[in-house]
C-alpha cells in the first residue's frame, strides 16, 4: 500500500462518524480498541481514494473542494444551519436547551462558535478573565462534534490581563509602516490564539472622511483609499499567515455620515463613481488580497439600491442588492459574510420582530449571523425543508463557512486549540506596539520651538485630564490619562494631574499658569466612550474655554484620542500633538518626544482642519 497522509484524510472527516472526534488535537471517548479500528478503516479508504484521485495528490483546491462534498453530504440541514450561527456566551442557557449538558446543547443546536466577549466574563474576577476564555473554550470544543469558530473584535488586541495593548487603527496609519501594519497583525494572531481565539471582527476598511463621524475616527486607519490598501493588507496577512481568520469592515464602508449605525440606520453618502474611488477601491483591493470574512454594516448605500424597505432604504445586513448582487456579485467576494450585532439600533425595526429579520437577512446574502435567536434554526430548518427558502442558498453560505474553518486548520490535528506564546514572542509583541506608539506621535505644531523641553527649565507640569466619565465608557479614559503623569515624572518632572479645568472656577481669575512651568492638556475623546457625536461636551467644553483664557506660551495640547478635536478648539494653542491613543506605551512615547529622547515622526493619516463634511476627499 503506498504511504497514506492519515492527516489529511482525517482533516477531510470522511471517518467523522466513526471516530467522534473534534477538531483540535483532543479525542473524545476513545479506546484503544476504537483507534485501532479507525486506523483500519483509514487505510481501506485511503486505498479506495487512490483508485479514484486520492485527495492528498490533488491541487490545494481539489483538496478543498473534496473536504467541502465530503462534508456537505453527511451533514443533515440542521447541522448546516448550525454553522451560519455565531453566538453570545450563555451557560445557563445553554444547559437549559441541552437539559443538563453541553453535549446535548450541541446535539440539539450544532451552533457554528461564540463571539467570546463580555458576556462571558459576566460574574467574573477581572484576574481570573485570561485562566476563564481559555478553560470556556476547551469547555466549549469538548462538546461540540464538530470544530468551533471563537470570535472576537480585538481591534486594539486581546484586552485581557497579562496582554499586550496595542495602539488604534489610526495610530498604524500614523507610522505609515508596511513592517509593523505586518508585525501587529502577527502578534494580535499569536495573542489570540493564545486564549482559543481563532477569528477577529477587524480591521476597519471604512475610510474615515467625514471628521464629525463618531464610529470610524481612530478606528479607521485613515482617509485616503491607497493608505489603506497598502497598511491594511499587510495587517491581514499577519494576522491571517498566522492562523487567525481577519474580518474587514463595514461594508459597503462607514465614514461618511454624521451619525451612528449602533443607533440607527447610517449611509455611505458617496455616488456610485466617487464610491468605486474610495470605499469600493479598498473592499476590491482587499478581497483580492486574499480577505476571509467581510461584514457588512447597518448601513445603506442610496446611490446603488433601487429596492426600499418601509419607505427607506434598507441597511446592507438586510440588503439583496449589497450583499449578493454587489459583495458577491459585481466584487467577486467568495469568503464569509457575517453581519454585524443584531440587537443595533441601525438594524432593528424593519419587521415586526427579531426572527423575521433574521430570515430576511439570511436570505440577502449574510452567511453568518452575529447573534441570532436560536428560534433562527428552527424556523429555517422548516421553511428549508418546505422550500420556502432555497437549499442552494443554505448550501452556498455553509460551503464558505467551511472552507475558512478548513483554511484556518480547525479540522486539522496539527493545529492546537490553544496555541501558548513564547515569551521571544510576547516580547515582539511588546516591541511592536512600543514602535507603533514612538513612530505614530504626530507633531501637529510647534510655532515658537519650544520642543524638546529643556528639563533644566521646565521643572513643574501639570497635567489636565480631559475626558468623560458616563454609564457607557465609566472612567476608564481618565484613569489612564493619570498614566501620563507617571510617564512624564520618570523623565525627572514635578508632576500634578487634576481633571478638568472648569472655567467658572478656574479660569475666570486665571493663575494655574503662574503657579507652573507647562501645562499639558491631554485629551481623550473616542468612539463609544460614551455614545455620541465626539465633541467635548460639559466639563470637558469648559475645559476647552478655560484652555483659550490661558497663555499660549505655557500651553501643549496632547489629543489621545480624536485627530480632529485639537483643529475644533485649540487652534491658538502654538504646541499641539496627535497621540491616536491613550494606553501606557503612547504615554512613554509622548513623554519621551517631549523630552527630546526620539523623534517626531508620525504623519497625520487624516486630513486635518475644521471639522467638514469630505467627500471628495479633495
Known amino acids: 500500500m503506498k504511504k497514506v497522509n492519515f492527516e489529511l484524510v482525517f482533516s477531510i472527516s470522511v471517518l467523522n462518524k466513526y471516530a467522534n472526534v473534534t477538531s483540535v488535537n483532543f479525542f473524545r471517548g476513545f479506546c484503544y480498541k476504537s483507534l485501532f479500528f479507525c486506523f483500519t478503516m483509514l487505510c481501506v479508504i485511503a486505498v479506495n481514494a487512490q483508485k479514484n484521485q486520492e485527495p492528498n495528490r490533488l491541487s490545494q483546491s481539489s483538496r478543498l473542494n ?10 443533515t440541514i440542521r447541522e448546516k444551519i448550525g454553522q451560519t450561527m455565531l453566538m453570545l456566551p450563555n451557560h445557563s442557557k445553554e444547559l437549559e436547551l441541552g437539559n443538563g449538558s453541553l453535549e446535548g446543547f450541541f446535539e440539539k443546536y450544532p451552533v457554528s462558535g461564540f463571539f467570546m466577549g463580555w458576556k462571558l466574563f459576566e460574574g467574573v474576577d477581572k484576574a481570573d478573565y485570561l485562566s476563564h476564555i481559555k478553560k470556556s473554550t476547551i469547555t466549549y470544543q469538548q462538546a461540540s462534534k464538530a470544530p468551533l469558530f471563537f470570535q472576537q473584535d480585538y481591534e486594539v488586541g486581546v484586552t485581557l490581563p497579562g496582554m499586550t495593548t496595542f495602539q488604534t487603527e489610526m495610530a498604524v496609519g500614523a507610522t505609515n509602516s508596511k513592517q509593523l501594519a505586518f508585525d501587529y497583525g502577527k502578534s494580535v494572531a499569536k495573542e489570540s490564539r493564545s486564549v482559543g481565539v481563532n477569528w477577529v471582527l477587524h480591521p476597519l476598511a471604512d475610510l474615515n472622511m467625514n471628521p464629525l463621524n463618531p464610529i470610524t475616527n481612530i478606528r ?21 499567515s498566522n492562523g487567525v481568520a481577519a474580518t474587514i469592515k463595514h461594508f459597503p464602508g462607514d465614514g461618511t455620515d454624521y451619525r451612528d449605525q449602533h443607533l440607527t440606520t447610517t449611509s455611505n453618502l458617496l455616488t456610485l463613481e466617487q464610491w468605486h474611488h474610495f470605499h469600493g477601491k479598498v473592499f476590491k483591493a482587499l478581497i483580492d488580497s486574499g480577505v476571509a470574512c467581510i461584514m ?40 464569509m459574510v457575517v453581519s454585524d450585532a443584531m440587537t443595533m439600533g441601525g438594524y432593528r425595526g424593519y419587521y415586526p420582530n427579531q426572527l423575521e429579520g433574521e430570515i430576511h437577512s439570511f436570505m ?45 486548520g480547525l479540522y486539522s490535528l ?3 486549540l490553544i496555541r501558548e506564546m513564547s515569551e521571544t514572542e510576547k516580547n515582539a509583541a511588546m516591541e511592536t506596539a512600543t514602535k507603533i506608539a514612538e513612530r505614530s506621535i504626530t507633531l501637529l505644531r510647534d510655532r515658537n520651538k519650544s520642543l524638546p523641553l529643556d528639563t533644566n527649565k521646565i521643572k513643574k507640569i501639570l497635567v489636565v485630564g480631559v475626558a468623560p466619565k458616563s454609564r457607557k465608557g ?20 514635578q508632576v500634578d494631574f487634576q481633571n478638568e479645568i472648569l472655567y467658572e472656577k478656574d479660569g475666570w481669575d486665571e493663575d494655574i499658569s503662574s503657579r507652573y512651568d507647562k501645562i499639558i492638556i491631554a485629551i481623550d475623546r473616542h468612539p463609544h ?9 460639559d466639563d470637558q467644553a469648559q475645559t476647552a474655554w478655560g484652555v483659550n483664557a490661558m497663555p499660549k506660551d505655557k500651553l501643549i495640547v496632547i489629543s489621545f484620542g480624536s485627530p480632529y478635536l485639537i483643529d475644533e478648539y485649540f487652534d491658538r494653542v502654538n504646541t499641539c500633538i496627535n497621540a491616536y491613543s491613550n494606553n501606557p506605551e503612547t504615554h512613554k512615547a509622548v513623554a519621551r518626544a517631549l523630552v527630546g529622547k526620539i523623534p517626531f515622526v508620525g504623519v497625520s493619516p487624516v486630513k486635518l482642519g475644521r471639522p467638514k463634511f469630505n467627500l471628495t476627499g479633495e
Do not use: C
Open 296 to 335: 457588512p454594516g447597518h448601513i445603506s448605500f442610496p446611490a446603488y439600491q433601487k429596492e426600499k424597505l418601509n419607505g427607506f432604504y434598507p441597511p446592507a445586513t438586510l440588503s439583496k442588492e449589497l450583499l449578493t448582487n454587489l459583495l458577491k456579485g459585481e466584487l467577486g467576494f467568495k469568503g
Open 414 to 416: 496539527q493545529k492546537k
Open 474 to 493: 465609566g472612567d476608564g479614559g481618565l484613569a489612564n490619562l493619570k498614566e501620563l503623569r507617571i510617564a512624564l515624572q520618570q523623565q525627572g518632572f
Open 66 to 75: 473534496y473536504f467541502i462534498d465530503s462534508m456537505m453530504e453527511k451533514m
Open 529 to 537: 466612550a460614551p455614545f455620541g457625536p465626539l465633541e467635548l461636551y
Open 364 to 408: 440577502a446574502g449574510v452567511d453568518v449571523l452575529l447573534w441570532p435567536s436560536y428560534s433562527f434554526m428552527d424556523t429555517l430548518e422548516a421553511m428549508v425543508k418546505n422550500g420556502k427558502i432555497p437549499i442552494e442558498r443554505l448550501n452556498d453560505a455553509v460551503k464558505r463557512v467551511l472552507t475558512v474553518k478548513y483554511n484556518y
Open 220 to 240: 479607521s486607519i485613515s482617509d485616503n483609499p491607497d493608505k489603506a490598501i497598502r497598511l491594511l493588507s499587510q495587517q491581514i496577512k499577519g494576522l491571517q
